[in-house]
Nanobody, 124 residues
Framework: QVQLVESGGGLVQAGGSLRLSCAAS????????MGWFRQAPGKEREFVAA????????RYADSVKGRFTISRDNAKMTVYLQMNSLRPEDTAVYYC?????????????????WGQGTQVTVSS
């Protein structure tokens, strides 16, 4: 079992930046691929970014490529999402998740553990 707690969300103006953190506890953090997903009101949950167990491989949704950066610190058992050049369409609840398998997947079904989410609101 892995417990995940997100933080760092908030209200920001368009063009601004936020850094989300996801602290893990429980099983060995470095055993898990980690991902970030988001869900806007009335929309399905969508993939944002993922990172391999050692941090050497990353994957991004096209909508955030070049603006968002995922990273992890295995010693601190934490994964981060640096979000720059934020847009109103980035407004959503952001969730971190720990993967079931070793692939850096964009499929939410391949993630076993989920945090409670943190709200990000970008005003225009």
């Amino acid at each position: 079992q892995v417990q995940l707690v997100e933080s760092g969300g908030g209200l920001v103006q368009a063009g601004g930046s936020l850094r989300l953190s996801c602290a893990a506890s429980g099983r060995t953090f470095s055993n898990y691929v980690m991902g970030w997903f988001r869900q806007a009101p009335g929309k399905e949950r969508e993939f944002v970014a993922a990172i391999s167990r050692g941090g050497s491989s990353t994957r991004y949704a096209d909508s955030v490529k070049g603006r968002f950066t995922i990273s992890r610190d295995n010693a601190k058992m934490t994964v981060y999402l640096q979000m720059n050049s934020l847009r109103p369409e980035d407004t959503a609840v952001y969730y971190c998740a720990a993967g079931r398998y070793y692939s850096v997947s964009n499929d939410y079904k391949e993630y076993a553990y989920w945090g409670q989410g943190t709200q990000v609101t970008v005003s225009s």
